[in-house]
Structure formats: C-alpha cells, structure tokens
Nanobody, 124 residues
Framework: QVALVESGGGLVQAGGSLRLSCAASGRTIASYTMGWFRQAPGKEREFVAAIRWTSGNTKHEDSVKDRFTISRDFAKNTVYLQMNSLKPEDTAVYYC?????????????????WGQGTQVTVSS
C-alpha cells in the first residue's frame, strides 16, 4: 500500500503562485511514476504533470507546461507541483497519484494510488 497526502492548496489571486506537496509513505516508490491531476466542478479529472521517480523525466500537460513544474525530493519522499502565473481556470481540486509500473503518462485510470486532494482557488 502507498499513502499519498497532498498539501499546499489555498486561495490565491490571478498571477500568483502556489506550491503543492505530495508526501508518500508505505511501500517504496523508487520505481513509480508520480502524477498530479486536477478536477474542476462539473468536469472530469484531467492530467497536469508526471515525473518518473528514478530518472526524473517529466511530462506536463500543454496548457500548464510554461507555468507549472513538477519535481521530487528523494530524502523527503515528496513530489511537488510549483504553479506560477495562476489563472482562474486553474481552480480545481488537485490530486497526487502513483503509477506502480513507472510509465510516464497522464491516463487517469492507470494510476494505482490517489491522495485525498487539495483545493486550489484562483480569484480574478
């Protein structure tokens, strides 16, 4: 089992920044891919970014690649999502997820473990 706990969400004005954290515990995540997803009210959950734990290779969704950056800290077993130049349309619940096989992708149904989510609200 892997437990994922997100933190760092909140209310921010448009143009501001937030850094989300996802702390992982339980089984070793050395071979995993960690992903960030988001879900706005009335919409489906969508991919934001992913990182392969061992190689550090990343993938970002096109609409955020110039503003968001995913990274990881080995010592803290934590994945981060640095979000800059936030827009009202970034408002959503943000979820951290783990793919045990370690593929770098954004397919929601193929991630094995999920956190509880953290709310990000961007005001205009």
């Amino acid at each position: 089992q892997v437990a994922l706990v997100e933190s760092g969400g909140g209310l921010v004005q448009a143009g501001g920044s937030l850094r989300l954290s996802c702390a992982a515990s339980g089984r070793t995540i050395a071979s995993y891919t960690m992903g960030w997803f988001r879900q706005a009210p009335g919409k489906e959950r969508e991919f934001v970014a992913a990182i392969r734990w061992t190689s550090g290779n990343t993938k970002h969704e096109d609409s955020v690649k110039d503003r968001f950056t995913i990274s990881r800290d080995f010592a803290k077993n934590t994945v981060y999502l640095q979000m800059n130049s936030l827009k009202p349309e970034d408002t959503a619940v943000y979820y951290c997820a783990a793919d045990l096989i370690g593929r770098l992708h954004g397919i929601v149904d193929e991630y094995d473990y999920w956190g509880q989510g953290t709310q990000v609200t961007v005001s205009s």
